[in-house]
């Protein structure tokens, strides 16, 4: 009798136990996931000494994003390094956009690198993806100096102003502007700019109703040749 009541026990407590494991395994939500990543000017995983490195991807993260995690380094020897943690506009989110304009240094070593995007939620699940990167120098890619942008006092007007550089001459210039769930993206082609080799740019984009936040602008010079490159400025909506 004493032993049939222990066993009785014994399933109980392993049924309870087996129920408590898988409602614990079923309410565990899945691993982060990175989609659509692009490294580079369209996606062709280059980089210039002295320019911008554009690195896009969209994050999945049912259990929240805790950080986001870039790393970056020569494939063998010595050379250009990055190794940064983002928090800022991921953290706490679901879904999120990873957006960045990593600084190549001018005198970032030419040669082949390879890269990581690790992303870990809040419950310790990492993922990884990795990519290739060529670092290479080239003279004729359009270039920027003196990009500034600034934003009204009455919030609805975007100043933006640069030089452009283009030896391959300016075929069109694009504007971005994004933060949180807001963007807007403006493309010129102006008479006075289209076919020039430099170009003092100035314009004013209307964001009308553009909520407080953090803010990106990204502006992209597209050449005659097909080549293009991109630069980023910042500011924030009070």
């Known amino acids: 009798m004493k032993t049939t009541k222990q066993l009785i026990c014994l399933l109980l ?14 309410e565990t939500p899945s691993a982060p996931s990175i989609d659509g990543l692009e490294v580079g000017a369209g996606n062709n995983k280059t ?8 690195i896009e991807a969209q994050i ?29 506009n991921l953290a706490g989110l679901k879904n999120a956009e990873f957006h960045k304009h990593i600084d190549v240094p001018a005198d ?36 920027v100096t003196g990009f500034e942008v600034g934003l009204n ?37 102006d008479v006075a700019m289209v076919g020039q080799t430099t170009y003092n740019l100035h314009k004013h984009v209307n964001v009308t109703g553009i909520p407080a936040g953090h803010y990106h602008v990204h502006l992209k010079v597209i050449d005659q040749a097909g080549k293009e490159n991109e630069f980023e400025e910042h500011f924030d909506k009070p």
């Open 13 to 26: 407590i392993s049924a309870s136990l087996f129920t408590a494991c898988k409602k614990d395994k079923e």
């Open 108 to 143: 970032a070593t030419l040669g082949d690198y390879h890269g990581h995007i690790k992303v870990t939620d809040e419950n310790g699940q990492v993922t990884e993806a990795e990519f290739d990167l060529k670092v290479t120098s080239d003279p004729t890619l359009p270039s």
């Open 153 to 189: 006092a009455a919030g609805n007007d975007l100043h933006a102003e640069a030089k452009i550089t283009a030896p391959n001459k300016i075929a069109r210039v694009t504007l971005e502007v994004h933060g949180g769930n807001w963007e807007k993206e403006v493309t010129y082609t």
């Open 60 to 88: 999945t993260a049912p259990g929240t994003i805790k950080d986001v995690v870039l790393d970056i380094h020569p494939k063998t020897g010595t050379g250009w390094k990055v190794n940064t943690t983002y928090t800022e």
């Open 47 to 54: 980089a210039h000494p002295g320019n911008d490195l554009h």
